[in-house]
Each structure stands twice: as C-alpha cells, then as structure tokens.
Nanobody, 123 residues
Framework: HVQLVESGGGSVQAGGSLRLSCEIS????????MGWFRETPGKERAAVAA????????YVAVSVKGRFDISQDNAKTTLFLQMNNLKPEDTAIYYCAANWGTYCGLSRYAYDTWGQGTQVTVS
C-alpha cells in the first residue's frame, strides 16, 4: 500500500513562488527515483524534474531550468519542488511519481506509482 500524496499547490501571480510537497507512505525500498510532472488540458503529461535518492542526482527539464529545484528531506520520505519566478505557462496539475527500479530521469512512461496531483495556477 505505497501511496504518494501531493500538497502545496495554489494560486499565485506571475513572478511568485510556491513549494510543492510529496509525502511517501508505507515506504519499503532502500533506493528509488522520484519525479515531478505536470499536465494541462490539451497537452500530454510533461516532466518537470527528477531526483535519485542513492546519489542525490537531479534531472531538470529545460522548460523550468533555473527556476525550479527538486529536493528531499533528511528522512527521504518527502519530495519537494521549489518553484520560483512562476509564469502563466506553469499553470497545471502537478503530480509526483516514483520508479522503484534502477531508472531515473524524465520519461513519464518509466514511473510506477503516481499521486493524485495538486493544482498550480499562475496569473
């Protein structure tokens, strides 16, 4: 019963900041990959960033490079997405996801478990 739960979404003005959180429940794996993705009507789910717990390696999409950062707490049970200098095109439902195997990166097809999403609106 592994579950991912996102939180921290909201409505902000362009140029503002938000921090999203993803809580992992009933964690049973020693190492894994966590990713953030976003989805809007008419567009496919797109990668934002990913993080591998074993080496703390980060992967960031070109569309948010320099503005967003991915990180994890000391207990490795919560994933964060710090979003700065938000733009209207960042408006989307943001999902966290996990890959329990050896892959880590920005391919949404490789992830096994998904959260329910949290809405981010930038105007």
């Amino acid at each position: 019963h592994v579950q991912l739960v996102e939180s921290g979404g909201g409505s902000v003005q362009a140029g503002g900041s938000l921090r999203l959180s993803c809580e992992i429940s009933l964690y049973i794996y020693s190492s894994y990959c966590m990713g953030w993705f976003r989805e809007t009507p008419g567009k496919e789910r797109a990668a934002v960033a990913a993080h591998y717990t074993g080496t703390a390696t980060k992967y960031v999409a070109v569309s948010v490079k320099g503005r967003f950062d991915i990180s994890q707490d000391n207990a490795k049970t919560t994933l964060f997405l710090q979003m700065n200098n938000l733009k209207p095109e960042d408006t989307a439902i943001y999902y966290c996801a996990a890959n329990w195997g050896t892959y880590c990166g920005l391919s949404r097809y490789a992830y096994d478990t998904w959260g329910q999403g949290t809405q981010v609106t930038v105007s």
